[in-house]
């Protein structure tokens, strides 16, 4: 457990007391002590406040603060029953529930915690750093309408608390709120227009919504008034880059990844960028001969691999498709998902069903080996951490899991697209992703007009540069 966000000393109030001399009082003790508790002197800190509390057992603050020391000593139980006497003394002090709170939310007892929050804030209504951290609980148990409310109401009372506006925006994020995001800059925006770096943060916003013109539009708004670093120019231009591809505008996407090339002739993920935009437009030849040179620039760039396995895949040679996926798996140590399904549909294609369900089966079960722990961790960082083991596997984000269970029959085709459609908020390509998938495994039992229909729903998604969309498209002419 972290000390930062316990040393909550109730009594600052109180002026320290400057004598060398020996104390005599129950406020000296006690000053000497929250001294000494300041420098991070735990056990003299603890010291005097148990001589502050022989001399007045009903010192509250003092039961408190040296409850705060023994947490700080990462020593639970007595800064439990500190805390627990000071609220026996006093039913309607708040920073007793503030700190058995904190210390609740540290060992992971959410109930508690959030039922001390509540009674913290009722009685000390303009506590930010309460709500914020009450907040945090909520997110936790999934409430994230009730987190984003006491994220604002903390911001509300103390605008230098950054930390409750960021877990407010990764909530948003997490939801897939993209509108209160864009709004959030907005304000931002109209409040100081030259601001740095808010145009970019905003086309990200309209990038995941796929709001394609309005990213471009922001894109373009970041680099007129670009701050002359070439890392942020390539940045804008692929950022750029990847909304004309969105949109279907390979013409666009290629002319600014050139651009970036020019700039930065080294750039593999340029090339790798410059590849897909080649891929849409048809020309796969030459986005071959991108991901090529992106590989020779950087031979462990997964991605790269992968954009040459689609074009195999495109072209039916599931052979070197199948190699080249291989291949970027094994140089990438994130293990992501999206060449597994791919190795699973070449193979599927190539004719060996049983390779790819037992290559699917594996990965799962490598993927979930160190599945989120049962009770949460509590670091101070509550929505971001929420946000990333929301994502891990069997986390509520875990799109990529919901497609390796539908694969491995583990969910059902209508359950599997009905959790696309409420996935497709936050992972815009989900519902074109869960077409594609069902679509394959109807064709894999001979349901071509099955597969057609869902082909046609894949391909007729707004996201026009996924791989599974192409991939669709393809299929689609095969069955004509």
């Known amino acids: ?10 009594c600052a109030c109180i002026q320290l007391a400057a004598s060398s001399g020996a104390q005599t009082t129950a406020t000296e003790w006690f000053n000497q002590a929250a001294a000494k508790q300041g420098k991070r002197d735990f ?35 007595s800064a439990l029953a500190d805390y627990e006497q000071a609220i026996r003394l006093a039913p309607n002090y708040a920073p007793a529930f503030v700190n058995r709170a904190n210390l609740r939310l540290g060992l992971g007892e959410l109930a508690e915690a959030l039922a001390d929050f509540d009674r913290a804030v009722t009685l000390n209504p303009k506590d930010a750093k309460a709500f914020n951290l009450r907040g945090e609980i909520k997110v936790s148990k999934g409430d ?13 009372l103390d605008p230098s608390l ?62 007129d008034g670009g701050n002359g670093k070439a890392s942020s120019s390539l940045s804008l231009l692929r950022g750029r880059a990847e909304a004309k591809a969105g949109k279907g505008d390979s013409v666009g996407a290629l002319a600014d990844y050139n651009d970036a090339l020019t700039r930065a002739p080294g750039s593999y993920i340029a090339y790798t960028g410059r590849g897909d935009a080649k891929r849409l437009a048809g020309d796969r030849e030459g986005a071959l001969a991108d991901f090529a040179r992106a590989v020779t620039l950087n031979a462990k760039h997964s991605e790269a691999h992968q954009g040459t396995a689609l074009i195999r895949c ?41 390779a790819a369900d037992q290559g699917l089966t594996d990965f799962i079960a490598s993927r979930q080996a160190k ?16 946000a990333t083991e929301a994502k891990q596997p069997g986390g509520a984000l875990d799109w990529d899991g919901k497609v390796l269970d539908f694969l ?34 109807r064709l894999l039992t001979g349901d071509k007009p099955g597969a057609a229909k869902l082909f046609r729903v894949a391909a007729g998604t707004s996201f026009k540069s996924t791989p599974e969309r192409s991939l669709a498209e393809v299929e689609l002419q095969r069955l004509k």
Request: aromatic share 8%; hydrophobic share 40%.
């Open 408 to 441: 491995s029959g583990k969910t059902s085709e209508a359950d599997f697209l009905a959790a696309s459609a409420s996935n497709s908020k936050r992972h815009g390509p989900a519902p074109c992703e869960a077409a594609f998938y069902a679509g394959v495994k």
């Open 1 to 10: 457990m972290r000390p930062t966000r316990c040393l909550l000393l109730a």
């Open 43 to 77: 056990d003299g800190a603890i010291t005097d406040y148990s001589k502050a509390i022989e001399l007045d057992p009903k010192f509250v603050p003092a039961y408190v603060n040296r409850g705060a020391a023994s947490r700080a000593k990462n020593d639970a139980a």
């Open 144 to 156: 994230w309408d009730g987190a984003i409310a006491d994220y604002s109401r903390a911001f509300e």
């Open 162 to 223: 950054t930390q409750a506006f960021i877990n407010r925006m990764t909530v948003r994020e997490m939801q897939g709120d993209w509108d209160s995001i864009i709004a959030e800059h907005d304000r931002a925006i109209a409040q100081n227009p030259g601001i740095s770096g808010v145009h970019t943060a905003r086309a990200k916003a309209k990038l995941s919504k796929g709001d394609w013109d309005g990213a471009i539009a922001d894109f373009s708004k970041s680099l």
């Open 371 to 386: 599945p989120p722990g049962a009770n949460i961790r509590f670091t101070g960082f509550g929505a971001l951490r929420v």
């Open 314 to 354: 495109i072209a039916g040679d599931w052979v070197d498709a199948v190699a080249a996926l291989k291949r970027a798996v094994e140089v990438d140590t994130r293990r992501r998902v999206g060449p597994q399904l791919l190795i699973w549909y070449a193979q599927s294609r190539q004719g060996d069903k049983k």
